[in-house]
């Protein structure tokens, strides 16, 4: 069974960082993706940033510019470094691995974001 946990999250003031880690339980070359999808209260999940296989990334628009994902392939870790923080960026904060039609989810990482 495949499992991702986040941590990272937190309390943070507007125009403050942070660096979210997703820990995979396997190699993440096994997976076509890892992706880190935000949940603002009372909204669906949104993709925020994504890392393929081949290294190429991928952002929704309201985060770029601010937001970068990276890996450390050695300890098959993705990172989401977010920037520039906005009170709307406020919510829940997930990892997925995804291989072909599957996708797998971490229980995910609150972030409130104060203005």
């Known amino acids: 069974q495949v499992q991702l946990v986040e941590s990272g999250g937190g309390l943070v003031q507007a125009g403050g960082s942070l660096r979210l880690s997703c820990a995979v339980s396997?190699?993440?070359?096994?997976?076509?993706?890892i992706s880190w999808y935000h949940q603002a209260p009372g909204l669906q999940r949104e993709l925020v940033a994504s890392?393929?296989?081949?290294?190429?990334?991928n952002f929704g628009d309201s985060v770029k510019g601010r937001f970068t994902i990276s890996r450390d392939n050695a300890v098959n870790t993705v990172y989401l470094q977010m920037s520039s923080l906005k009170p709307e960026d406020t919510g829940v904060y997930y990892c997925?691995?995804?291989?072909?039609?599957?996708?797998?989810w971490g229980p995910g990482t609150q972030v409130p974001v104060s203005s």
């Open positions: 997925t691995a995804t291989i072909l039609s599957r996708q797998y």
């Open positions: 396997e190699n993440i070359f096994n997976f076509n993706a």
């Open positions: 890392i393929n296989v081949g290294g190429r990334t």
